[in-house]
């Protein structure tokens, strides 16, 4: 009997999922039977798929085969990364040409008066310190064309119904603009009509003429169209959105697909998945391959999501310390928070993205001191370079660590990279101690206390401003630098736990282990329901939203059929996006099921709205009199996908057992010299206490116990630090 590719695929036992950040590229290797091991190596910029490689050889390594026979045995790989992101913010990317509403020609010089977005609250509050982020597009590449059709209007009264043509499309103009960007030599074209939201039919007209025209000139580029990218309101967002799908992830399509060839020179014989910044994988095929861009970080949301509902708890804050950013974010209620327009990199996009919040305290971030001999930390990172202690030419906090006695140097990446204790103390000295009259230690006990400052600040800023109790809300701290200074940015703040995992510095790589597959599609739509509707008018809101509905069904059907995914075997999820009438922000709701065949649904559809609204705000703020509009439908469609297990382990004794035990060694903790016991952290087992001072350690991180705490391991191998 034979049996089909697909069947083969499920048959074997090995996830690979890898998060390449700016300093390490990790890897979780999950075994048939749930259990994970990790892999790490300094991440190639230059040479992404080298890097993959070798992180997947180091954690094969780690169970006793080569990267081939994971390979070979992987039901799936999913590479995560912040490629997308260096592409922008290098400037990189793609030479890009765009064809918009005659008129509106400045969009991408006037961003709609963003020029804050990214910048600190000292320097929003004075005018002349805002600046405009690095463009996509050259102005002189933007050509305007005419055309207009109506996007309709929530209020009540009389107005032109949404999608009524106003103004013909001029092809004289798309000619034109077209023939002018062929001459530019642009290397992808994006269009942008102001309505193509409500209706499409003016922009892949244009597309239509333009692939023509590129043919005849025998020139093979991407044409775009912003309907087809982010199909949603908001003129500028979706500009956005489209940039950065022609100049960016087009650039990071070709790195992936590189990766990819990689892997199946070595054996694997799926496709490459990537992650989408609000959760769910997708192959490089992914035609809005945009809302990949911060791939790596959803990582670590999403394995903290599992992790809280695995562990029963209901709000998390998430700590994630990697080489060059410390991000936070949130799950209230074991829900992911996102946004649905978010600011990124200097720009506003129209992309649901999960909320993270994030500051330049990383343990690469550099340190220095000022003509006024104030001390400063970050932005600028060493990234894989580390610190002087090994290839950087300026000080950095692992720098830092390292001096204190904190971090091995014999093992870092479990003494596959040699650090320079000696070279860190000399710079720590030179940099920071001598020009503030310190020795060496009180000088890095000041640098960390800022560090640490730092980082528990925008821990606390993002709970409170929210007006959540912190003493609510479990710390999960990951990252390779996470459990290195978890002690510190959870020092006086009150929390209802904080743990870490043994697997912490490849946490977000175990996120994306747990992503579903998963697409998520959207349509604009201006749908009003007034208050008090009757069963007629109701009836008219529900032929809209289940139309639309049924339109993202096929429209999900048709891409993932693409990708090799059966029908039959998608499931769906429904939601949309509402306001009260007369609002400026809409908020996204969850519906549990895609039905809208009748008025009683849409009494539903008002009531879940109203029960999502409360959740957010007081029952005071609600006003229903005013009505509702409705202005963005959604549908996700999610295919099976090979998923890891949390294991549970049988607790043993309090007692580290000996084999555990590895050295005691001096720390300078806090002004102090301490003995350190030094633990292994592979030879510990569920229900130990370790009790400080002393430091758990493994080949990807530290943990660090200081005096009078402990750590108590649970069973499921979590690490609860007390």
Request: hydrophobic fraction near 40%; proline fraction near 4%; glycine fraction near 10%.
């Amino acid at each position: 009997m034979s049996v089909s590719k697909e069947q083969l695929q499920k048959d074997k036992k090995y996830i690979l999922a890898l998060d390449a950040g700016g300093t390490m590229t990790d890897t979780i290797l999950v075994k048939d039977d749930g259990t994970f091991t990790v892999g790490k190596a300094l991440t190639n910029k230059q040479d992404e798929a080298a890097s993959y490689k070798e992180s997947v050889e180091d954690a094969a390594q780690s169970i006793g085969i080569t990267s081939r026979e994971a390979h070979e045995n992987a039901s799936v790989s999913i590479y995560a990364g912040t490629g997308m992101l260096n592409t922008l913010l290098t400037g990189t990317g793609k030479k890009v040409g765009l064809l918009v509403t005659r008129g509106f020609e400045d969009m991408s010089i006037m961003e709609g008066g963003l020029t804050y977005l990214g910048q600190t609250q000292s320097e929003i509050l004075h005018n002349q310190l805002h600046k405009h982020t690095r463009p996509m597009v050259d102005r002189q590449n933007v050509h305007g064309v005419s055309e207009r059709i109506s996007g309709g209007s929530y209020f009540m009264g009389k107005h032109i119904d949404p999608g009524t043509v106003m103004v013909p499309l001029c092809l004289k103009h798309i000619k034109e603009g077209v023939k002018k960007l062929i001459k530019a030599d642009v290397e992808v074209i994006g269009i942008l009509f102001i309505n193509s939201y409500i209706e499409q039919s003016h922009e892949h007209k244009a597309k239509s003429v333009a692939l023509d025209m590129l043919k005849d000139a025998g020139i093979d580029i991407p044409v775009v169209c912003s309907s087809d990218i982010a199909p949603v309101s908001k003129e500028n967002n979706r500009l956005k959105s489209l940039l950065l799908q022609c100049f960016a992830a087009e650039h990071t399509r070709e790195t992936i697909a590189d990766v990819e060839k990689t892997a199946i020179e070595d054996g694997y014989s799926a496709r490459l998945l990537t992650l989408l910044s609000y959760g769910g994988a997708v192959n490089v095929e992914y035609p809005r391959l945009y809302e990949t861009v911060i791939s790596g970080p959803i990582g670590g949301m999403m394995g903290a999501q599992v992790m809280s509902q695995k562990l029963g708890l209901k709000n998390v804050c998430t700590a994630d310390m990697g080489g060059t950013s410390f991000d936070v974010g949130l799950i209230v209620n074991n829900m992911l928070s996102i946004r649905k327009d978010p600011d990124f990199a200097g720009h506003r996009l129209a992309l649901p993205m999960v909320a993270i919040d994030s500051v330049g305290s990383g343990a690469g971030s550099a340190v220095w001191i000022d003509e006024y001999k104030r001390l400063h930390v970050g932005p600028e990172s060493a990234g894989a370079e580390v610190g002087i202690c090994y290839k950087y030419d300026k000080l950095t906090v692992t720098d830092v660590n390292v001096a204190m006695g904190y971090v091995d140097p014999d093992y870092f990446l479990g003494g596959k990279v040699k650090l320079d204790v000696e070279k860190a103390k000399a710079a720590l000295k030179k940099v920071v101690a001598d020009p503030l009259g310190l020795d060496i230690y009180q000088a890095g006990k000041g640098i960390l206390s800022v560090v640490n400052a730092q980082m528990r600040d925008a821990a606390k800023a993002i709970l409170v401003s929210k007006g959540y109790n912190t003493g609510d809300f479990t710390m999960m701290c990951y990252g390779g630098a996470g459990p290195v200074h978890m002690w510190g940015y959870t020092q006086d703040f009150d929390l209802a736990d904080v743990i870490t995992f043994p697997y912490a510095a490849a946490f977000s790589a175990f996120g994306g282990a747990c992503a579903e597959y998963l697409h998520r599609y959207h349509m604009g739509v201006v749908i009003s329901i007034p208050n008090g509707s009757d069963d007629a008018g109701k009836m008219a809101v529900a032929d809209k939203i289940d139309g639309a509905w049924r339109s993202l069904e096929a429209k999900a059907i048709a891409e993932m059929a693409s990708e090799g995914i059966d029908s039959e075997e998608l499931e769906y999820r429904y939601g949309f996006y509402g306001r009260y009438m007369g609002q400026l922000e809409s908020f996204e709701t969850l519906l549990d099921e895609g039905s809208a065949k009748s008025p009683e649904d849409i009494d539903k559809i008002i009531a879940a709205f109203e029960e999502m609204y409360t959740n957010i705000y007081p029952d005071g703020a609600r006003f229903p009199d005013a009505g509702y509009a409705i202005t963005e439908v959604f549908v996700q469609a999610v295919a099976p996908k090979a998923m890891p297990e949390i294991i549970e382990h049988e607790i043993e004794g309090v007692t580290p057992p000996e084999a555990a035990y590895v050295e005691t060694r001096q720390v300078s903790h806090e002004g102090e010299f301490h003995d350190f016991k030094v633990w292994q952290m592979s030879e510990l087992k569920a229900g130990n206490i370790i009790h400080g001072p002393s430091i758990i350690r493994d080949p990807m991180t530290t943990v660090i116990i200081p005096p009078e705490k402990r750590i108590e391991i649970d069973n499921f191998m979590v690490l609860h630090y007390r």
